[in-house]
């Protein structure tokens, strides 16, 4: 199966809001183009932070997250409201989220997000587009 969205609660799933399924797809669009220019990076880059978001907000409706989880969470739910604009800047995030943002994420902490992106990369699949399907037609010809 292509292009499905993987949650941590598929009872959860359904409440999505539309922007982020949007995002989902845009950032599926860029890391399908990275992954088809660089194929031997990480399973990781092909999934963005939207939907890290998608997976941990289902995981949260759920039951309460553990403190990494949530703090993973916090952090990419900022990253990806401000590339929506869904806030206009940084001091329109809650103190808390803001804060996490501004600190960045610690090595450990990425290399968590990194494992998350790479769980739900593989348990996605293969993610197919008209633009990446022409993209990796017309790069294939380029090598000829």
């Not at 399908?32 to 995981?59: I, Q, R, S």
């Not at 943002?101 to 968590?112: A, K």
Request: proline residues 3%; charged residues 30%.
């Amino acid at each position: 199966m292509e292009n499905k969205l993987v949650v941590a609660n598929i009872g959860w799933g359904e409440n999505i809001p539309e922007w982020l399924r949007s995002q989902i797809k845009e950032e599926r669009l860029i890391c399908g183009m990275a992954n088809a220019l660089h194929p031997e990076e990480n399973v990781a880059k092909t999934v963005g932070n939207a939907e890290v978001v998608a997976y941990l907000m289902t995981a949260s409706l759920s039951g309460p997250l553990d403190s990494e989880y949530a703090e993973l969470y916090m952090y990419v739910t900022a990253d990806v409201m401000l590339k929506a604009r869904k806030v206009e800047c940084l001091e329109d995030l809650p103190d808390f989220m803001r804060e996490i943002y501004d600190n960045g994420l610690s090595s450990w902490r990425q290399t968590q997000l990194d494992n998350l992106k790479s769980d739900i990369g593989r348990k996605r699949g293969k993610i197919s587009h008209p633009i990446l399907e022409v993209f990796n037609e017309l790069k294939g010809r380029n090598r000829k």
